[in-house]
């Protein structure tokens, strides 16, 4: 077991590391007194704590919740880092962290039971409104418009995930933005209501299982090489589910796996050892670590060791099946509460009968809170239940009778229980004409539309900054509009948004000395320094976290992936954090962080790939804009730095080269999100694509246009939104032949688009040859020089699939272009 307070690293002298007498100095002079009242309200509130995770899993064993994880065990840390914690300040943790997220007032005890049960209210369960799990904390920092609140005034939680280390990407930006804030002065002005000078600490919390993802040590590595205020604490309880530390970590210790991070005569990370149950040493060691932080920004990390799982990991089992007797035995000597009870008795602060006394009140207020919470969540559904019994009542059959009092009689109501059954009575009556059939079919239209908003909403902004909501202002040309190299067209667009919006900032591998690999950023961090334009370590999920966290303080990040196939390190990022949290915090939160990368042709496996479907069907909330050439790329730009909803860029590789005419109002023409544009007109089939392929499938048309064929060719510009207005089917209404070609993989983003128009645009109808997708082949592309060729949609495989469908509609007319 770990043994001691020890500020930089590890135990006396064991440890000869500089920062470890420093710190222990700062600890010596920062001791708080511990006031009885404090103490005592603050034993309250663990009590009461542990009490909630006790009746939480009470409430799951009878059914009346379906799942429940608690912080039973992490109470007496969490006590003494909320002390620390301050109006302005920012967390990212996970779980367990119940008890710091009531000392802190950022949550209670009657919300833990709502998202326990699930209330979808938002008042009662604002953190979700019942689309997470128990225990998935979230403050909501956003106004009921969807715009930023003040977050200076308040404690601010960012919105859990359950993926473990998930969260830790995100933690550094919260940490990132405190350093912009405080080191750029170009954001004076911007940082009104978002910080104040810089001083807000993003705390972390993490299971010491989790940190053996990489999320974790790519953190924990760029934290130490930014210097970023992040006060990140490991509850150590020595397992991850039934895997012991041994197995997950080396030496079974994360703080000495980390000692390399130790600060010596270079910066690094300050590391404390403590135990969790050892109260006052704890209040001591955050007040003193947390006021480093925020005076000095550096980062540190808080190893809380001896923790326990008195009722094991959560509740779907038991940890009797792999934890020792000894070990069980000592997790209930060791259990914080117990340990601090027996302190508190021990030092006077209280005797064992005042505390009873507490206990016992405090039982009885979580018993009443659990109860509140349970009426508040089964009301509103009882009154659904009973307007729907009181139709079914007058529906005459046995059947529907029986469902009428099985819905009456249940103990809990579901609304899916309440629509099935009214669903079933109306199948009943199909083909009768009765007063009780349009009443139940008008409850079923009406309860299907609350669901889909109590569900479904807020996956995208709905705010007045909504991109959708953005002004179009077309691209202007006059006779002196310059012809330059494409890169150069975007060059010159970033500059113009630098200039206009200090929020703005780029982040990525090789952006800032170089200007890009593509010099797409060429001299602009000369002109703009480097706190705008910042070159980061290879670790596109940081890039991504990093840019996630300083987006939902404010600023305005420009996350650049240097290669669409690098996406996927980020994609989990992206997907389980970025995408989905305004829809997971129901409208609480947003980060509109924009993506920039770069993709679809170049050379080599790695520099070709153009996975779209993965990013479409992953990515539901983020934007993402494909377009042909990089004048659109800045159009799509200029929309989504005006915007508040996360967007992806994905340019095409090789466009930096080809030549472009630069729109004379650069940097303020916007291309609309969902706007198919039609780059040719025709008359015998329509062509649906985006991107590089945009080029070929215009140079097929002029192929196919010597055999006599007219395409249409569409580039879709965006796959998400697509097509707003459903304009394609327009084409299709008079081409009656349709061609949806693209580089992804067979069944990849073509098949979306096909979807999209036959089935949502009802395309279909309008056909009279089957619909047809051209796709690359399933294998990623060859890097010899006509790998791609063969690989990836041509001319000639264009030609060649139009030809095809020409001839399904009038053999005679055209001839096999081959010899069969
Ligand atoms: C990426 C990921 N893998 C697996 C899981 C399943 N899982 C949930 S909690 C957990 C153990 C976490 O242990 P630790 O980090 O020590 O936290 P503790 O629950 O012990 O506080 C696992 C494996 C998950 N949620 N996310
Ligand atoms: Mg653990």
Redesign the pocket.
């Known amino acids: 077991m770990g043994t001691s307070t020890v500020p930089g690293g590890r135990e006396k002298s064991r440890d000869n590391v500089t920062s470890a007498s420093y710190m222990a100095k700062t600890l010596r002079h920062s001791k708080p007194a511990l006031a009885a009242e404090t103490v005592i309200a603050d034993y309250r509130l663990a009590y009461s704590s542990r009490r909630a995770s006790i009746l939480g899993r009470a409430e799951v064993l009878r059914g009346n919740a379906t799942f429940g994880i608690f912080g039973d065990g992490k109470e007496v840390a969490q006590l003494a880092m909320a002390k620390t914690f301050r109006p302005g300040d920012w967390r990212s943790g996970y779980y ?1 962290d119940q008890t710091f997220m009531w000392a802190t007032e950022m949550s209670n005890v009657r919300a833990f039971f709502a998202q326990l049960y699930g209330n979808t209210n938002v008042d009662a369960e604002p953190a979700s409104a019942g689309r997470q799990m128990g225990n998935h904390f979230a403050t909501r920092f956003l106004d009921d418009r969807g715009e930023f609140k003040r977050s200076v005034d308040t404690p601010n939680s960012t919105a859990d995930v ?5 969260w830790m990407p995100r933690l550094l930006g919260l940490a990132y933005a405190s350093k912009l804030y405080r080191n750029n002065p170009q954001l004076r002005t911007a940082q009104d209501g978002f910080s104040v000078n810089g001083n807000e600490v993003a705390f972390g919390t ?5 940190t053996s ?1 990489g999320h974790f040590w790519e953190t924990v590595n760029a934290a130490g090489v930014l210097q970023v205020p992040i006060a990140l604490s490991v ?1 150590d ?1 020595g ?3 039934s895997v012991p530390i041994s197995d997950e970590t080396t030496k079974s210790s994360i703080s000495d796996a980390l000692r390399g991070f130790i600060p010596d005569d270079r910066p690094g990370i300050d590391i404390y050892v403590l135990r969790g149950w050892d109260y006052a040493a704890l209040v001591d060691a955050y007040a003193a670590g947390i006021d480093r932080v925020r005076t000095t920004h550096k980062p540190a990390l808080f190893h809380i060791t001896e923790l326990t ?1 008195p009722q094991g ?1 959560s509740t779907s089992g038991s940890h009797e099946r792999y934890k020792s007797k000894e070990r069980l035995r000592f997790e209930v000597e060791y259990d914080c509460i117990r340990r601090m009870r027996d302190w508190i008795i021990e030092s006077g602060f209280a005797s064992e009968s005042q505390i009873e006394g507490w206990e016992a009140a405090d039982k009885e207020a979580v018993e009443a809170a659990r109860d509140l919470a349970w009426e508040a969540y089964q009301a509103p559904i009882r009154d659904e239940r009973d307007h729907a019994v009181s139709i079914l009542q007058r529906v005459d059959t046995p059947k529907v009778a029986e469902i009428a009092a099985t819905l009456t009689d249940a103990n809990k109501v579901t609304r899916s229980a309440i629509l099935s059954g009214v669903s079933f009575a109306l199948r009943t009556l199909r083909g009768t004409d009765s007063p009780e059939r349009t009443e139940l079919s008008k409850f079923i239209e009406d309860y299907k539309r609350e669901h889909a908003e109590r569900y479904r909403s807020h996956v995208y902004s709905t705010s007045d900054e909504s991109p959708l909501k953005v002004a179009v202002v077309p691209a202007v040309y006059s006779a002196k509009s310059p012809t330059v190299d494409g890169r150069q067209v975007l060059l010159r667009n970033f500059d113009a948004n630098f200039a206009r919006d200090p929020r703005l900032f780029v982040i990525g591998e090789d952006i800032g000395r170089l200007g890009d690999v593509n010099l797409v950023f060429e001299g602009l961090q000369a002109k703009y320094g480097d706190l705008r334009l910042t070159d980061t370590g290879i670790r596109e999920t940081t890039i991504l976290g990093q840019s996630i966290g300083a987006a939902m303080r404010g600023l305005r990040p420009i996350c650049d992936i240097q290669y669409l196939d690098y996406f996927l390190y980020a994609l989990e990022v992206a997907a389980d954090d970025l995408a989905c949290l305004h829809w997971r915090t129901a409208g609480g939160q947003k980060a509109p962080v924009v993506i920039r990368t770069k993709g679809h042709r170049l050379v080599g496996i790695w520099h070709a790939g153009s996975p779209m479907a993965v990013l479409v069907n992953a990515l539901h909330g983020v934007y993402i804009a494909v377009p042909r050439n990089m004048t659109q790329a800045a159009g799509f730009y200029n929309t989504l730095f005006r915007g508040d909803n996360p967007g992806v860029v994905i340019e095409v590789l090789n466009g930096y080269r080809m030549k472009e005419r630069v729109p004379d109002n650069i940097g303020e023409f916007t291309v609309p999100l969902g706007v198919p544009e039609v780059l040719r007109a025709g008359t015998d089939v329509t062509v649906v694509t985006y991107g590089a392929c945009c080029a070929i499938a215009l140079d097929a048309a002029r192929a196919l246009e010597e055999l006599g064929i007219s395409c249409e060719v569409i580039d879709v510009q965006t796959l998400n939104p697509f097509d707003v207005d459903q304009s394609i089917v327009r084409s299709v209404e008079r081409t009656h032949a349709v061609l949806f070609l693209d580089e992804d993989m067979p069944g990849g983003a073509s098949a979306f688009m096909m979807q999209q128009v036959l089935e949502r645009q009802n395309g279909w109808w309008h056909l009279d040859a089957a619909p047809r997708t051209l796709a690359a082949s399933p294998n990623r592309p060859a890097y010899g020089p006509d790998g791609d060729y063969f690989t990836k949609p041509n001319r000639e495989s264009v030609v060649e699939a139009v030809y095809d469908l020409m001839r399904e509609r009038n053999p005679a007319k055209f001839a096999p272009l081959d010899s069969q």
């Open positions: 367990r359950s993926n473990v280390a998930g993490i299971g010491d299982a989790a993802e509850w309880d397992y991850g589910i799982q990991h």
